[in-house]
């Protein structure tokens, strides 16, 4: 039984190159979300005053609102990362064979 080395290991490349990009593109469409959220939030001053005067019971109410985006591009970025990571795993491997059958052959 004969197994085609070339296409498994471009197949491998091919899909490395290809989660790599995903997880890159997740990482950036993530990080600007997560710029976008902190540029709108509250000026810091403003918020300590209002705290000072409402006291601790009410500092809740001056939290910026919107807190399940930021779990979900923190979960996202996450999320690629480990993807990217992955990805990075399988284009290792796929190069690793690669230098054996090379080392096997020559």
Request: hydrophobic share 40%; aromatic share 0%; glycine share 8%.
């Given at each position: 039984?004969?197994?085609n080395?070339d296409?498994n290991?471009?197949?491998a490349?091919l899909s490395g190159?290809?989660?790599?990009?995903?997880a890159?593109?997740?990482?950036?469409q993530?990080?600007?979300?997560?710029?976008?959220?902190q540029?709108?939030?509250?000026?810091?001053?403003e918020?300590?005053a209002?705290a000072a005067?409402q006291q601790i019971?009410?500092?809740?109410?001056?939290?910026?609102?919107g807190?399940?985006?930021?779990?979900?591009?923190l979960v996202?970025?996450?999320?690629?990362?480990?993807?990217?990571?992955?990805?990075?795993?399988?284009?290792?491997v796929a190069?690793?064979?690669?230098g054996?059958?090379i080392?096997?052959?020559?």
């Amino acid at each position: 039984m004969s197994v085609n080395f070339d296409s498994n290991i471009n197949s491998a490349i091919l899909s490395g190159t290809l989660g790599l990009q995903r997880a890159s593109d997740g990482i950036t469409q993530h990080s600007i979300s997560l710029a976008q959220q902190q540029a709108q939030l509250r000026d810091p001053k403003e918020v300590l005053a209002d705290a000072a005067v409402q006291q601790i019971g009410l500092s809740s109410k001056l939290l910026p609102s919107g807190g399940d985006n930021l779990t979900n591009d923190l979960v996202g970025l996450t999320l690629n990362l480990r993807n990217a990571q992955a990805s990075g795993k399988v284009l290792d491997v796929a190069k690793d064979t690669i230098g054996r059958l090379i080392d096997e052959l020559a």
